[in-house]
């Protein structure tokens, strides 16, 4: 299976439009990859959580069957988690499942 997890990280809005959600969608239904995960962590969380314009495109990556999931402690700390699981996003303590990717050498590109 071809997996590619798309660690976002950064709370920059245009980094978020013009590369995270533009490559996750197109990948997954231009079948670039089997399987396009999305990770939203750090600071990420907050802009995800309350930007309308930012759910909206996160609404359509899970829509073309793109998966969302998110560190939780970063949703909470942000005071996101509710937004965020409305939205259907699948909020857990990534730092196992991060781990547990990196060691089945899964593809990870970090933003």
Known sequence: MEKLNILWTTNNKETF???VSMYATNAKKRGWWQDVNVI??????KLAGSDPEVQEKIKEMLAAGV???GCLAC????GVT???RKLGV??????QPLTDYLKADE???SV
Do not use: P
Request: aromatic share 10%.
């Open 17 to 19: 439009f013009n590369m």
């Open 40 to 45: 939203i962590w750090g600071s990420s969380s």
């Open 67 to 69: 998966t969302v999931e």
């Open 75 to 78: 949703a909470d700390n942000s």
């Open 82 to 84: 509710e937004e965020l």
């Open 90 to 95: 699948e909020l857990r303590y990534m730092g």
């Open 107 to 109: 593809k990870i590109l």
